[in-house]
């Protein structure tokens, strides 16, 4: 896909050359100004790599008030939109250095697509990873073809261990960054999205730490319509890209959280290059809470059928939050980036998530320990068409008077109207009856 440039000067505006740290990938050499035209060759040299994903129109678009399309990036073979910044610097290695091979470290979405494109590629690829990894990470990048190697019990253990072999047998060690080669793969998503989505008003990114999606995205799409809004998301906890567009910098002063929950929506800004273009071809960054992110999980599994993690999430969190009133009635592009959610949090997220959204309650109240009065809580529940989930009985360390008996009862309910009535026709008929705070 050819598109002729018309935008040049605006992209050479935002990103002028930087010189880049000696501790970065020799890729750096490539940091040269971006320009549309590197974005639509990025386009045709990874068409046949990675897949075209669908840019959907949402069940959800009722619900907000908005018609909603969903571009389902998570679709990629390695589930995420990473492989194509990836594939697109691969493809761009000196046969040389393609011939002596790659390494990468960290548990990362970047080192899985590079796991798997450097396999199909034909090059030596070289993943080490920390005895913190789980178990289920280690055996996917080896079936994607890598060469693991685990080393050290922290993330540094691993990156210090990695740039030691690269430097020794001449491998390249990659780490993501925001060089020219890398922003113009991950652009192609805005490409992709114009061309689905006729008469689009905005399009919603994940942005955080890791931006080159949101910045080279961005490039493409204000280039092809300026009036396209581009929005990134990132979370209330880690507003990296907020505190780094303010300082004029990449900020390393925000702490970050450890938890694989959060990947790179938590990772620090790691590079000028896309802050620069955030910066002038963003129009807005919002920052929304981990129980917006965990009801749009919550959404997507449900309306969807789409299992996606933190990353993937979060751009429809900022409409589950409400974060973005002037969008309704408009036609919005959401990109669900990420899928790579470990099978231990999908069953937190989810039960959490229910939680937060009420549809599962929990009360507790003081029964006399009689025949049948649990049977009539029991057709109370079943009378309000709730749910028992778990019901427990504590008589033994009840501190209310002699033979009584502590009903802890958790709950299913149709939403938040449905738990109100339950609520109130359980206290009609128990006034002492508590409820749990979620």
């Given amino acids: 896909m050819k598109i002729v440039s018309r935008n040049e000067e605006l992209l050479r505006d935002a990103l002028p050359r930087i010189p880049q740290s000696s501790s970065r990938s020799s890729l750096s050499s490539h940091n040269k100004l971006i320009r549309f035209e590197d974005i639509s060759a990025a386009a045709f040299k990874i068409q046949c790599g990675v897949q075209k994903t669908p840019c959907m129109y949402s069940r959800l678009s009722k619900q907000y008030g908005m ?6 990036e998570f679709l990629q073979y390695t589930g995420s939109v990473k492989e194509r910044g990836v594939l697109y610097l691969l493809t761009s290695l000196p046969q040389d250095q393609q011939r002596k091979g790659v390494i990468v470290a960290l548990d990362s979405n970047f080192s899985m697509a590079v796991a798997y494109h450097a396999s199909e590629l034909r090059i030596p690829v070289f993943v080490i990873m920390s005895t913190s990894t789980s178990p289920a990470r280690v055996k996917m990048c080896r079936e994607y073809g890598a060469m693991v190697i685990s080393y050290g019990t922290t993330a540094k253990d691993s990156q210090t261990h990695a740039r030691r072999l690269a430097q020794e047998n001449g491998y390249l060690y990659l780490e993501e960054e925001d060089s020219a080669l890398y922003l113009s793969g991950l652009g192609t998503v805005g490409l992709e999205v114009y061309e689905q989505v006729p008469k689009l008003d905005a399009v919603i990114f994940p942005a955080g730490g890791h931006c080159g999606l949101l910045a080279g995205s961005a490039a493409a799409l204000k280039h092809l319509n300026p009036h396209i809004s ?28 450890n938890h694989h929950f959060y990947g790179d929506v938590s990772g620090l800004c790691f590079g000028s290059n896309s802050l620069q273009l955030t910066g002038k071809l963003v129009d807005k960054v919002v920052a929304v809470r981990e129980e917006d992110i965990l009801i749009s999980i919550l959404r997507l599994l449900e309306y969807e059928r789409a299992t996606v993690d933190a ?4 751009g429809l969190a900022a409409l589950v939050a409400g974060k973005l009133p002037e969008l309704k009635g408009k036609r919005v592009a959401v990109v669900i980036c990420s899928g790579n959610l470990e099978l231990h949090l999908l069953q937190q997220c989810v039960a959490r998530g229910l939680t937060l959204d009420n549809r599962v309650c929990r009360f507790s109240l003081v029964l006399s320990d009689c025949p049948g009065d649990i049977s009539k809580l029991l057709e109370i529940l079943a009378r309000e068409e709730a749910r028992v989930l778990d019901l427990k009985q504590e008589r033994a360390f009840v501190t209310s008077e002699l033979f009584t008996v502590e009903v802890t009862c958790t709950v299913e309910t149709r939403d938040k109207i449905h738990t109100a009535q339950l609520r109130n026709a359980l206290l009609e ?10």
């Fill in 67 to 72: 018609d909603i399309y969903l571009k389902k």
């Fill in 230 to 257: 581009v929005i990134g998301v990132e979370s209330e906890s880690f507003p990296v890209l907020q505190q780094s567009l303010k300082a004029g910098h990449p900020t390393e002063e925000q702490a970050c959280s």
């Fill in 311 to 314: 990353e993937g999430a979060i």
């Fill in 429 to 438: 008929r128990y006034p002492t009856a508590a409820w749990t705070e979620r």
